[in-house]
């Protein structure tokens, strides 16, 4: 995506843990991006939101509204292809922790997704059944994979 994006602070040795910090209206709010692999081989989970100073750990419940949203995107991007560089191969798992971040991130994967289908396909959940991402589809989730390319 060519859209500004923050430097991420740090990853983790496993390109499993990224921090950066959001600059807006709110102030500097440090947030996290995490992948961790589910129950099913090959399949990682995307969490990401504020991080909580005191547990060190996301809070994915907080509203930070630092009306820098695309910029918050743009860097979470980044974070899919810093990992998918180290975990060829893998899928990315992603759904909001509420319908209406569910609802933020189809916008998103929407407004961006003839970049976005340059470098990954992209699946939906609908009625438990993965399918091809398509506008207009309300999904319960989403389903990232890098491209190999030739």
């Known amino acids: ?3 500004p ?4 602070i740090k990853a983790d040795d496993t390109f499993s843990v990224y921090e950066f910090v959001s600059e807006g209206p709110r102030g500097k709010i440090p947030k996290l991006v995490k992948y961790a692999e589910t129950n099913i081989p090959g399949v990682f989970n995307l969490a990401f939101e504020d991080k909580d100073e005191n547990t060190n750990e996301i809070n994915d419940l907080v509203v930070s509204n630092n009306r ?3 910029k918050v ?7 899919a292809y810093a990992f998918t560089q180290q975990h060829s191969g893998c899928y990315i798992y992603a ?6 971040r569910t609802r933020l991130y189809r916008m998103g994967i929407s407004k961006y997704l003839e970049e976005i289908k340059i ?11 993965w399918q091809l991402f398509e506008k207009g589809i309300e999904y319960d989730a989403f389903l990232f994979q ?3 390319k030739m």
């Open 1 to 3: 995506m060519k859209l």
């Open 146 to 148: 890098r491209l190999k």
């Open 119 to 129: 470098d990954f396909e992209v699946y939906g959940l609908k009625e438990d059944q």
């Open 73 to 79: 995107l743009a860097t979470v991007v980044a974070t």
């Open 5 to 8: 994006r923050y430097a991420l």
């Open 95 to 100: 759904t909001g922790s509420t319908k209406a």
């Open 68 to 70: 820098d949203s695309e």
